[in-house]
């Protein structure tokens, strides 16, 4: 998967209703039965490589720091 497929991933996955107060790391790359939102696919390295690519755009916002980061998109409404 090539980086940019990764960053859409992300996005769709941060666009989707049930993020609408953002993610945690985790619920980017697992995503449990019940819940209908897409999947980040790819080794961790790779998305948290992306990830900062798109904090770094301004695409994303973050808040919280270490494993309590919560990443959302930029201009959400919540």
Do not use: C, W
Not at 10 to 28: M, Q, R, T, V
Not at 40 to 45: A, F, L, P, W, Y
């Amino acid at each position: 998967m090539t980086n940019t497929d990764m960053k859409r991933e992300i996005l769709a996955a941060l666009s989707h209703p049930e993020a609408e107060d953002g993610l945690y790391f985790n619920n980017l790359i697992i995503v449990h039965e019940e819940e209908e939102r897409p999947i980040v696919r790819g080794e961790e390295s790779e998305v948290i490589e992306a990830l900062r690519e798109l904090v770094k755009a301004g695409t994303v916002v973050t808040t919280g720091n270490g494993q309590e980061t919560i990443y959302k998109l930029k201009g959400s409404l919540h």
